[in-house]
Structure formats: structure tokens, C-alpha cells
């Protein structure tokens, strides 16, 4: 939780003085502003940050799995409890899936993951291999660091959801490190890229670049806006609209980078953050979701409307005491936007493709002991697919937002069957001064799980948000 | 869920050669290599074999994607509980990297690759003959050393760890290590 609060302070605190140049922004949107982006010289960053071998990043992710299992076995943690015979026994049984609980196992390791990719990525690496670098660190840490059958499921989630979140926290370290200041802030810029990115932190501070000052422009800032939103929700049980639990939120939504840029793109040129941080009766974390795009193609037409296609990933947390779903994929995207102009635009985005691995819950899971383990998870794991909708209508005076979203996941382990969710996402938004607005959302949630030798279930539950957001 | 194993490896595999730019090299290779089962797999099986041939692009002198298919097959262990000449074999086809920690004329790798296996286990069973035939995602990981000859050839060799995802039905996890040399084909 502390940890969660620190990201979101650290990016609304420390970044002020880069997003306090949206405050005047345009009503419409940020997608009108002209932000002074960066683009470092090469030479530059190769004189001020060379590259490192690749052995550092690799030993470093294998040093941070020795603390980590260190810190575990202290505390007394009965997995962390290692030895020849353990790590021979990991090699001989091969992958399982673990029982983990869910927040673990779809955010916890993606995090950790994150660690080992930044490890990489600040050592001068790209994506690809600072993605190669955080499945080792992932590998090395499920058949040597823990006394239980290595994980498959983490191993996906913590070296490919890793290499999302970690390539996201490196995007957001750029905005805020500034090698040019001094003092105080230099110290709280540090700090904040710091929090969310321990890795880059560490190999910052190893390297003596936390203490260095320079005017050079040695990383890559693009074009960002967003908007912070504080509200409450009523999450029912069923669809009806009264009963149902209350809970003050904050939500943030963050888009980096142009998604319709017509010059080359590379990994996370663009991705859009969607959170959601709960403050009573349900789930701390209540969504994290990130799309981005790995490589895409636009085709820019006469009359300025664009047309895009590439492909995407998307890492997905959402939870409240109703639904978990988690799962990280990657798949193909559409997207099309009419001309951008201040009195009207539309923005129309579809998403497919398989989920590598995911998880929804499941009453019946509780009752599948997970394979050599004496415990069960709350959730049914696997594999599936996903579809993503999403259509926005800008006007002056705020936006029409639909989203449809659709996830199937087939179970690995646990009440073996299929689970297909889908959840559609109306919002309203009405600017109501300045950048502040006013909102409300409605979450249809629907799931049907067909199982192999057990009852079909089928459910449906209403959410209600309103909130006031402001948008920078 | 084979379907969508495709469609997984046709969007990588189409997103990775939208990244080539800089000193592609294309290598094909063949490799044949021992391979020693561990754990529960060995309590049936001894050594067996394998033969593999592979095509692949290497970026930038660091990492190469490889696609990979071949031929397993694992000997009987004389204390087995099988019996009527029983045979084991598997035809893997697979996609995966590696990383190449140095450039020049000797390249250490390390290598990550995964697919499906296509297995036929046939044995005897009292007077009966079992024929089946499973299908499961593999898994290997390990690394070797690549040695440049000239221009063109090249020699490679390896220690691959072996494992089968999620609890096959068969009552082996198909566990073991591959030792194994290589001939590489470099593409001008």
C-alpha cells in the first residue's frame, strides 16, 4: 500500500514542474499540446552512459535473488528454506504452477520482474534484451531460490509482465530524473525515480550518476498527459444499483508518447497507464492495466485522419470483492483517429490476441489443490485470449469514453474449464473549470465459467463511479 | 490452445523482423546431441538422442531468434516397468533466443526455447500393445559456445536443460540435460 501511495505521490510531487506545463493546457485535451520533447543524442549517451557488459545486469539479477532469498529465509519463510537438495529436486520435477495468492502472483512478480529488466534497461540495454535479462533473473530465482516446484506462471508473469511494468517505471524515471539539479530536489527527483524503479536506483547510485551534474540531455522524455481523479464507487452485488458496497477511490490515468505518429516506432514508444487505488472494503489495489505498443504502422489520409495497426501488449490487474482479473498478452491493434481539432475528435482503438498467462477467480478453485502442493489458490490460471474496445468522442466541454473488454483463460490448473469475463465501461466526463472535471462511470461486469465436470456458473455485477478529476 | 501457441509465434516472430535493421545474419544449423532424463524420467529411461536442425536471424551481434524442430528419442532402461520393445520418441517444434555475451570468433550464448512436443510412447502391456501419443508444451534452457571457422561455417556446442510445462499425463515430466554439437551455416 505504502509502496502504491509513494508512485502516485512521487509522480504527482516530483514531476510538478513538468506537468505544470499542461496546466493551460487546452480543454480538449493534452493530444493538442506541443511538449518539448527529448530525444538524446546517441553519442552523448554513450559518452555519459556507456554500455555495460552484459554479465553485470545478469550477476546484479542474480545478487537481488541472494538478498531477496536471504531476507526470506531470516524471516523465516518456509520456501526460502534452500539447499543442493532442493535446487536438484527443481531441476529433476521441472515447471509446475504455484498457489499464490492473487495479488502475488499478478502483481508481485511483475514488480520483481520490473527489478531484473531495469537492471538491464539502465545499463544501456533495450527492451529486447533487457526482457531477455529479466527471464533469466526470473528462471535463476524459481529452480534455485525457492523449495518449491519452479513456478511456470511466474516465471511468464515476472519476466514478460517485468519487462511491462519495468519498461513503463523506466519511461516515468525519465521524466522525473534531471541530472541539472542540485540540492533538495535533486535529492527527491533521485528518490521518486527511485521508488518505483529500485534497479535503475541501484545502478544509478553504483555508477555515481545520482550525484552528477550535467546539462547534457541524456534521456528520453516524450509527450505525456493524464488526469488524477478522486471519487467513490459502489461495486454491487449483482446488478442491482442500490445494494452494494461504498468505497472512496483515486484513480489515475497517465498516456505517454503519440500513439499515431507516423515516424518509426520502438517498444513502448506508446503506453497508456489505468490505476485504481481503493481506501476502504475492497482490495488496496483495485486496477492496473498498461497497453503499449511494440512496434506500429500508421497511414495518415487526405483529410488528416489516421489509421494505425501494430502490435500491442497489455499487462492486467484489475480486483474488487466481486472480480480478479490478471493476465499479461500480446496481440494485434487497431486504431483510428479523426483529425485533432478543439471542438470535436474521435479516437477508436481494438486490441486481440492470446494471453500468455492469466487468472480469474473461481468459487471451484479453492476446492483444486494446486498439483504437489497442499494448498489452493482462489483463482483458476492459464492461458486464453483477450479482446480490448475502446472508442472516445472529445468535445469542448469534456468526453464520451466506451471501452468493451473480453477475457478468455483456459485453466492450467484448478477447476479444470473455461473462464470468460467481459466488462463494458461507459464514462462520462463534463469539464466543469479549467482542467477539472466532473465524471461518472458505469462497470458492467459479466462472467461465465464452463467447467469440465462441474456446474456452469454465470454472474453479473454493477459498478457506479463518480468522481472529480483533474487533468494535466 | 495450439491455435493461439501459432498465433503467438506468428506475432512475435512478425514483430521481432519488423525490428531488423542493423546486421542481420541469417544461420542455419544442424546438431545432434545426448540427452541424460533426471528425476521421475529416469527411473524408466536411459539415454537417448536427438537430432535437430534450426533456422535463425541474429540481430545485431547480441540475440538471435531460432526456430527449431528435430527428433528425440529415449532407450530403455533394463529395470523398467515396460515391457514388448517399448519406444519413446518425440518430435519437438520450437521457437526461441539467445543472447550472444561476446562478439567476434568465439560467442558464449545462452539460450531459452519453447514449443510443442509431439510424443508416442508404444509399448506392451500384457499381451496387449499401447500406442499413445500426447502432445505438450517443452521447455529448454541452457547455453553453449559458438565458434566461427570462416565466413561461412561455424561450430557450436551446448548443455540444454530440459522440462515439460504443467504436470503431463504421462507419468514423466520428460526432465533431463542435453549435450550436444552443432554445424552452422552463416548466410552471406
Known amino acids: 500500500m505504502k509502496k502504491t501511495i509513494l508512485i502516485f505521490l512521487s509522480i504527482l510531487l516530483i514531476s510538478k514542474s513538468i506537468y505544470a506545463q499542461f496546466l493551460y493546457s487546452s480543454h480538449i485535451d493534452s493530444l493538442m499540446l506541443k511538449f518539448e520533447e527529448v530525444i538524446p543524442d546517441t553519442a552523448t549517451v554513450n559518452r555519459f552512459n556507456p554500455q555495460k557488459p552484459l554479465w553485470v545486469p545478469i550477476v546484479e539479477g542474480v545478487g537481488l535473488n541472494l538478498a531477496l532469498g536471504g531476507f526470506n529465509f531470516l524471516m523465516g519463510s518456509e520456501f526460502a528454506k534452500i539447499g543442493p537438495s532442493t535446487i536438484t529436486h527443481n531441476f529433476e520435477r521441472g515447471w509446475a504452477t504455484d498457489a499464490d495468492g492473487f495479488l502475488v502472483n499478478m502483481f508481485g512478480h511483475p514488480f520483481q520482474g520490473s527489478i531484473y529488466y531495469n537492471l538491464a534497461r539502465s545499463s544501456g540495454y533495450n527492451y529486447w534484451i533487457s526482457l531477455g535479462v529479466a527471464t533469466i533473473g526470473s528462471w535463476q530465482w524459481e529452480f534455485f531460490m525457492e523449495n518449491e516446484p519452479p513456478a511456470f506462471n511466474d516465471w511468464i508473469t515476472t519476466s514478460y509482465g517485468g519487462s511491462m511494468i519495468g519498461e513503463v517505471f523506466y519511461n516515468l524515471s525519465n521524466l522525473i530524473i534531471d541530472e541539472s539539479t542540485v540540492g533538495l530536489e535533486r535529492f527527491w527527483r533521485e528518490l521518486g525515480a527511485g521508488v518505483f524503479n529500485p534497479g535503475r536506483l541501484f545502478n544509478r547510485l553504483i555508477s555515481g550518476r545520482t550525484s552528477r551534474i550535467t546539462n547534457e540531455k541524456l534521456y528520453k522524455k516524450e509527450h505525456f498527459m493524464g488526469e488524477v481523479a478522486f471519487g467513490g464507487n459502489n461495486v454491487a452485488d449483482g446488478i442491482d444499483f442500490q445494494n452494494g458496497q461504498r468505497n472512496p477511490m483515486l484513480t489515475l490515468d497517465f498516456t505517454y508518447g503519440r500513439l499515431f505518429k507516423t515516424t518509426k516506432t520502438k517498444p513502448f514508444d506508446f503506453f497508456r497507464i489505468n490505476s485504481a487505488i481503493n481506501f476502504a472494503k475492497q482490495p488496496i489495489i483495485g486496477q492496473l492495466r498498461i497497453t503499449n505498443i511494440f512496434v506500429a504502422k500508421t497511414i495518415k489520409y487526405p483529410n488528416n485522419s489516421r489509421f494505425l495497426w501494430g502490435v500491442w501488449g497489455n499487462y492486467d490487474y484489475l480486483e474488487n470483492n466481486v472480480y480478479q482479473i490478471g493476465g499479461v498478452s500480446v496481440g494485434l491493434g487497431l486504431g483510428y483517429t479523426t483529425p485533432r481539432n478543439k471542438t470535436i475528435h474521435f479516437l477508436t482503438m481494438l486490441n486481440t490476441g492470446p494471453i500468455l498467462m492469466g487468472g480469474a477467480n473461481s468459487e471451484y478453485a479453492l476446492e483444486n489443490n494446486v498439483q504437489f502442493l497442499d494448498s489452493a489458490r482462489s483463482y483458476n490460471m492459464g492461458p486464453g485470449a483477450m479482446i480490448k474496445s475502446e472508442s472516445i468522442l472529445r468535445f469542448s466541454f469534456g468526453s464520451v469514453f466506451l471501452g468493451y473488454y473480453f477475457w478468455w483463460i483456459h485453466t492450467w490448473d484448478g477447476a479444470q474449464g473455461n473462464e470468460f469475463i467481459g466488462m463494458l465501461a461507459p464514462k462520462i466526463r463534463f469539464r466543469i473549470y479549467e482542467n477539472w472535471y466532473l465524471g461518472f462511470e458505469y462497470l458492467l461486469y459479466h462472467r461465465q465459467g464452463k467447467y469440465d465436470n462441474l456446474e456452469d456458473r454465470n454472474y453479473r455485477n454493477n459498478e457506479e463511479r463518480i468522481f472529480i478529476g483533474f487533468a494535466f | ?188
Open chain 2, 1 to 188: 490452445m495450439k491455435k493461439f501457441i501459432y498465433i503467438l509465434m506468428l506475432f512475435l516472430s512478425t514483430n521481432l523482423f519488423s525490428q531488423s535493421s542493423e546486421s542481420l545474419k541469417k544461420v542455419a544449423s544442424i546438431s545432434a546431441r545426448s540427452i541424460t532424463p533426471i528425476g521421475i524420467f529416469s527411473e524408466n529411461w536411459n539415454i537417448g538422442g536427438a537430432l535437430y536442425a534450426s533456422y535463425g536471424w541474429i540481430y545485431s551481434e547480441k540475440w538471435s531468434l531460432i526456430f527449431q524442430t528435430g527428433y528425440n528419442r529415449y532407450r530403455l532402461k533394463s529395470a523398467s516397468k515396460y515391457s514388448g520393445a517399448p519406444k519413446l520418441s518425440m518430435f519437438p517444434i520450437q521457437v526461441g533466443g539467445r543472447l550472444y555475451f561476446l562478439n567476434g570468433g568465439i560467442k558464449p550464448f545462452f539460450e531459452a526455447m519453447s514449443g510443442i512436443n509431439f510424443i508416442r510412447l508404444f509399448y506392451k502391456e500384457g499381451d496387449t500393445l499401447v500406442d499413445e501419443r500426447e502432445t505438450h508444451i517443452n521447455f529448454q534452457i541452457g547455453g553453449g559456445v559458438a565458434f566461427r571457422l570462416n565466413k561461412n561455417w561455424g561450430i557450436e556446442v551446448a548443455t540444454i536443460y530440459n522440462s515439460h510445462l504443467i504436470n503431463p499425463s504421462i507419468p514423466y515430466n520428460l526432465t533431463g540435460f542435453e549435450y550436444g554439437i552443432g554445424l552452422n551455416w552463416i548466410f552471406d
